[in-house]
Antibody, heavy 122, light 107 residues
């Protein structure tokens, strides 16, 4: 079945970087964009950016421009999200999600990873 | 950015009740509106896509409607497993945005 499996929880100090992985299985990895969404504990969902695994093209939310980088390794069907210059406010669960194109009806996140908790603390 | 406002923010209801959650967009988004259910400690799960289409495997008691700026998610007969937080999300334009969530609790 279609599945996204993320790497484990991380604890980082302020100013450091974190790189979270998202391994896809059950479908052709290069066919669907991968997006990243984060959720601060007890709060809502915040979109961070997207990547086309086929071309490597990316796009980022303005809030994270300059701090976030999304990459991929197509040989192992894995996407990565790296966030730099971490601060305490970046403590959150980070999700990858497969982006399904609806051919004119919009798009939607039809499959999500299980989430990765990133804790930023001195 | 397109703002999505959900109402109510929280809701108490009993098993068997009919429940409606609304989502209003700050500008027209055609039918590019999706609904997700999230349970504590779990990732969101897609319920409805493109405003009114039921995702495969989702019970038929869930339905969605609307277009333009006003959308609704309806649960026709609430079941115990439906207690969760519900989010709307627009894909009309980048950045993708989500509503603030509606927490559905047991009455």
């Amino acid at each position: 079945q279609v599945q996204l499996v993320q790497s484990g929880a991380e604890v980082k100090k302020p100013g450091a970087s974190v790189k979270v992985s998202c391994k896809a299985s059950g479908y052709s990895f290069t066919t669907y964009d991968i997006n990243w969404v984060r959720q601060v504990t007890g709060q809502g969902l915040e979109w961070m950016g997207w990547m086309n695994p086929n071309s490597g093209n990316t796009g980022y939310a303005q809030k994270f421009q300059g701090r976030v980088t999304i990459t991929r390794n197509t040989s192992i069907n894995t996407a990565y999200m790296e966030l730099s210059s971490l601060r305490s406010e970046d403590t959150a669960v980070y999700y990858c999600a497969r982006f399904h194109s609806g051919s004119g009806r919009g798009n939607w996140f039809d499959t999500w990873g299980q989430g990765t908790l990133v804790t930023v603390s001195s | 950015d397109i703002q999505l406002t959900q109402s109510p923010s929280s809701l108490s209801a009993s098993v068997g009740d009919r429940v409606t959650i609304t989502c209003r967009a700050s500008q027209s988004i055609s039918s590019s509106l999706n609904w997700y259910q999230q349970k504590p400690g779990k990732a969101p799960n897609l319920l409805i896509y493109a405003a009114s289409n039921l995702q495969s495997g989702v019970p038929s008691r869930f339905s969605g409607s609307g277009s333009g700026t006003d959308f609704t998610l309806t649960i026709s007969s609430l079941q115990p497993e439906d207690y969760a937080t519900y989010y709307c999300q627009q894909s009309y334009s980048t950045p993708q945005t989500f509503g603030q969530g509606t927490k559905l609790e047991i009455k």
